[in-house]
């Protein structure tokens, strides 16, 4: 069976304008069907639980709702709009959406990934989303251009 590599930047929104919400449907999509490559959690503790818990979300009810109707993205974003009462909190999603862009790695993840991805450490690249993004075409290249 095909192991996919998600490759929806974390600093990527949908309509309703919440970061990282198309990477975690993504990511959650392909697990619930058991198609999501191995070295990646359908949902783990990090952006995912940023998410999650900045939209008020309970992870079990989430994760059942996908792996149960195997929603598109629309109609996630429908799904997440029924829970909040028919709107987001647009101060909110805001302050999520910094969060998301502000993260650091530690410098070992840091180095850890730029070392793999075979650019130096020259101190350009720091935030999380774009480490993240290294990661995932680094992972893509080897478990399927390599």
């Given at each position: 069976m095909s192991q996919i590599v998600p490759l929806i930047s974390s600093g990527v929104a949908?309509?309703?304008g919440v970061q990282h919400l198309p990477r975690l449907w993504q990511k959650a999509s392909l697990e619930a069907v058991g198609k999501l490559h191995s070295d990646y959690p359908?949902?783990?503790?990090?952006?995912d639980q940023m998410v999650l818990?900045?939209?008020?979300?309970?992870?079990?009810?989430f994760l059942d709702y996908i792996k149960a109707s195997?929603?598109?993205?629309v109609q996630l974003e429908g799904w997440v709009l029924e829970k909040k009462g028919g709107?987001?909190?647009q101060a909110a999603v805001k302050q999520l959406n910094d969060?998301?862009?502000g993260y650091i790695h530690d410098d070992g993840t840091r180095a850890s990934i730029l070392a793999a991805a075979g650019r130096p450490d020259d101190g350009s690249v720091k935030d999380a989303v774009n480490l993240?993004?290294?990661?995932?075409?680094?992972?893509?290249?080897?478990?399927?251009?390599?």
């Open positions: 949908g309509p309703l359908g949902a783990g503790q990090g952006y818990d900045g939209l008020g979300l309970d992870r079990t009810e195997k929603p598109t993205y709107s987001l909190d969060a998301i862009n993240n993004n290294l990661d995932d075409w680094q992972t893509f290249y080897t478990a399927e251009l390599a």
